[in-house]
């Protein structure tokens, strides 16, 4: 069993930024990445970073250059910095975490960011 818990969303101004934190908790030993999804209001749900086992990291074309992720594997947390935001990246953002060997995607609760002036 595998429990995600976010943490860190909250209501900004234009261009402003937050850190959102995502910590993974019980049977886990090994795993293929983790990641940030969000989905707006009346939109689908989108990938938003990931970064793999290695360490290598993938964006959204839509964040590259202002979102940046990264993990702290002593704790069992990934963050993502968020930066330059803009109104259209709020969203609740869900983190996940996939397990390839085992078909399996654990998924967190949600943490609700809003952009607004």
């Known amino acids: 069993q595998v429990q995600l818990v976010e943490s860190g969303g909250g209501l900004v101004q234009p261009g402003g930024s937050l850190r959102l934190s995502c910590t993974a908790s019980?049977?886990?030993?090994?795993?293929?990445?983790m990641g940030w999804y969000r989905q707006a209001p009346e939109k689908e749900r989108e990938l938003v970073a990931v970064i793999i086992r290695g360490g290598s990291t993938n964006y959204a074309d839509s964040v590259k250059g202002r979102f940046t992720i990264s993990r702290d594997n002593a704790k069992n947390t990934v963050y993502l910095q968020l930066n330059s935001l803009k109104p259209e990246d709020t969203a609740v953002y869900y983190c996940?975490?996939?397990?390839?060997?085992?078909?399996?995607?654990?998924w967190g609760q949600g943490t609700q960011v809003t952009v607004s002036s």
């Open positions: 996940n975490l996939e397990v390839r060997l085992t078909n399996s995607n654990y």
């Open positions: 019980g049977s886990i030993f090994s795993f293929s990445s």
